[in-house]
């Protein structure tokens, strides 16, 4: 079993950045996959990033590349998202999501068997 726990969220002005952390307890394994994602009011949860295996491979979406940055640090159990030069449009309470056992990260939700309570982060124009 995983336990997630988000940080990091805030208000802040466009072009700002914030670095959000995911602390990981429980029985997990540092080849698991993990991801971020993302959900704004009255949309899906979308995905933001994924963090493979040992972060042999790690992939963004479309929206966020370039700007965010993905990372593991296994010796203190969490997984961050350093996002930079946000913009309004990147409003949403932020997940992080872990898939026990395996080391492929997803684009879909339903691939991630645990999930933290989330974050908030607002942007203002």
């Known amino acids: 079993q995983a336990q997630l726990a988000e940080s990091g969220g805030g208000l802040v002005q466009a072009g700002d950045s914030l670095k959000l952390s995911c602390a990981i307890s429980?029985?997990?394994?540092?080849?698991?996959?993990m991801g971020w994602f993302r959900q704004a009011p009255g949309k899906e949860r979308e995905f933001v990033a994924g963090?493979?295996?040992?972060?042999?491979?790690?992939e963004y979406a479309d929206s966020v590349k370039g700007r965010f940055t993905v990372s593991r640090d296994n010796i203190k159990n969490a997984l961050y998202l350093q996002m930079d030069s946000l913009k309004p449009e990147d409003t949403a309470v932020y997940y992080c999501?872990?898939?026990?056992?395996?080391?492929?990260?997803?684009?879909?939700?339903?691939?991630?068997?645990?999930w933290g309570q989330g974050t908030q982060v607002t942007v203002s124009s």
């Open positions: 999501a872990y898939r026990l056992n395996e080391g492929n990260w997803s684009r879909y939700p339903r691939d991630y068997g645990y």
């Open positions: 429980g029985r997990t394994f540092s080849k698991d996959a």
């Open positions: 963090f493979g295996w040992q972060g042999y491979s790690i």
